[in-house]
């Protein structure tokens, strides 16, 4: 079998400015945030994002890598607003496609399943008809008639996952209590990247973790890289929960001095200095 | 606090948002903030006893915690579309026909203020009963049009036809003056009732649109002893209820 291991930089080479990008997780829950900070050390730009969003796209959009988002929230949980998408928005920095959390999954339920759309009884009568003209609607063939969004397939060109554990080949574990929408980002995407907090033998996935977490199936996966806190600082149950007080600090920093104290080397030059920075907390 | 001080309007909000999911029967009470997850516990606990709550994340639990079942997040978006659920969301606005906005203040092409954006609201407005948790109503709040409709209202369903009204409710609101219904010939909003302390005049005041007033409008009934015991003792030991609504 293929061996699929890789570094965070060898997975950010395989994307292109101008490409659209899923990114699992779940508002600061789970975010693939080494990938992403990976990313941010490239000149990939343009990008089309695809995310229930958090401090994902609070990080693309500060550094002006979005061209569109397309989501239905972005938050970080316990800051209800994200700062840096906030002030991206409200400064028209890029072009939003807006849809309801239902009519997001169904969309990535489409392109796993290579449909054009999905009909789901969300959207109209609300303004996400209004703000998204391009959305259209399906009548049910069946003698009720009703009519129903047709939800768009969200197809990717690739996707962005973070889980607990993954074998070399590309089989990927979650070990907390949810797995989020990971396993249908990487279905509806034509090349996936799994980070995980650990690479351990096949074997080991189900040694004391039920054979029900093996989220991700390798077939559709294109690169494993193991990335130790790569969540980091969005929660990863059960391996660590939310770094709240980093998190608060991400969110009232400005950007430039954020980027500057952590965001200009590598990951693990990362990862040291936050240590450092809560070193300096005590 | 001590268990015979009279009740605070942050406990009358309780028993309020509580009396939102009375007669339910077996469905998931969806809460979205502090006061209405005490209600829904409270009515869990008490008059509702069939009713499903979640921890919050992604399980089913009693009311005492014990889990009794899995909703991760996929799970609880396809449940809306199944009915069986009452969510109370919050709202950054409101209007007469009950239309809500948490998506953002101004023009959606560039918001004067970016909020959290849609949500589940729309799929959730067209599916199960939704119904709002206001902490401090105002004219802000209640507002003649919404900015952007991300819960539909009766209005706006009615014009999308019979798919968006078929399973359509909002059967309150509730504030920290008073509950709101939609009973009225036009299903514009109406004064249900108002927390002991409030008069109508000041709902009047706080709100931004002509509000339908009844002749006589009831008060919100008073917690019982054991209800209070419950709030206080039991479920809410902290006091978080009174952060969100005040004194």
Not at chain 2, 156 to 174: D, E, K, Q
């Amino acid at each position: 079998m293929t061996d699929k291991t890789m570094t965070p930089e060898e997975a950010v080479a395989g994307l292109r400015s101008g490409m659209t990008v899923g990114i699992g997780g779940w508002g600061s829950r789970r975010k693939p945030m080494a990938l992403v900070r990976a990313l941010l050390r490239t000149g990939i730009t343009d990008l089309t994002v695809v995310s229930y969003g958090g401090p994902d796209v609070g990080l693309l959009a500060a550094a002006g890598r979005i061209r569109e988002l397309v989501t239905a929230f972005v938050t970080l949980d316990s800051i209800p607003l994200e700062p840096h998408y906030r002030a991206a928005r409200e400064k028209g920095a890029f072009a939003l496609t807006e849809l309801d959390e239902a009519m997001f999954m169904w969309g990535l339920r489409a392109a796993a399943n290579r449909l054009p759309f999905l009909p789901v009884r969300a959207g109209i009568g609300s303004d996400v008809m209004r703000v998204n003209p391009s959305l259209r609607t399906v009548t049910s063939p069946y003698e009720d008639g009703e009519e129903f969004v047709a939800v768009p397939a969200l197809r990717l060109d690739a996707a962005l996952v973070h889980l607990n554990r993954a074998d070399r080949f590309g089989n990927g574990q979650y070990l907390g209590p949810d797995p989020y929408f990971d396993d249908l980002f990487c279905e509806a995407a034509d090349a996936a990247y799994v980070s995980c907090e650990q690479v351990v033998a096949t074997a080991e996935l189900t040694k004391e973790a039920p054979v029900q977490s093996l989220l991700v199936q390798r077939h559709y996966v294109t690169g494993v890289i193991e990335t130790p806190n790569g969540a980091h600082f969005t929660s990863c149950a059960p391996d660590y929960g939310r770094d709240e007080a980093f998190q608060r600090l991400y969110a009232a920093t400005p950007w430039p001095d954020f980027a500057a104290r952590f965001l200009s080397g590598d990951e693990k030059t990362y990862q040291r200095a936050v240590q450092a920075w809560h070193e300096e907390q005590k | 606090m001590s268990a015979a001080a009279p009740p605070t309007r942050a406990e009358y909000c309780v028993v309020a948002c509580a009396e939102t999911w009375r007669g339910n029967g077996e469905v998931l009470a969806s809460p979205m903030g502090t006061v209405p997850g005490i209600g829904a516990r409270l009515a869990g606990r008490t008059f509702s006893p069939d009713l499903l709550l979640t921890d919050g994340e992604a399980l089913l639990v009693r009311p005492d915690g014990t889990p009794e079942g899995w909703l991760p997040y996929r799970r609880h978006l396809e449940m809306v579309t199944g009915g069986r659920r009452h969510v109370m969301m919050g709202a950054s606005q409101l209007d007469r026909f009950g239309n809500q906005n948490i998506s953002c203040i101004g023009d959606w092409r560039r918001p004067a203020r970016q909020l959290l954006g849609v949500r589940g609201a729309p799929v959730n407005t067209l599916n199960n009963p939704t119904s709002y948790w206001v902490p401090k109503h105002s004219p802000r709040v209640f507002v003649e049009k919404v900015d952007m409709v991300s819960g539909v209202g009766y209005d706006n369903a009615a014009a999308a036809g019979p798919s968006a009204t078929r399973h359509h409710r909002i059967p309150r609101v509730v504030t920290n003056l008073c509950v709101l219904d939609f009973d009225t010939p036009d299903h514009s909003m109406r004064l249900a009732a108002l927390h002991p302390g409030v008069t109508a005049d000041q709902v009047r005041q706080a709100t931004g649109f002509a509000l339908t007033v009844p002749a006589d409008v009831p008060y919100t009934r008073d917690p019982s002893p054991g209800e209070l015991r419950l709030i206080r003792e039991v479920i809410d030991p902290d006091g978080l209820r009174e952060r969100e609504v005040g004194p």
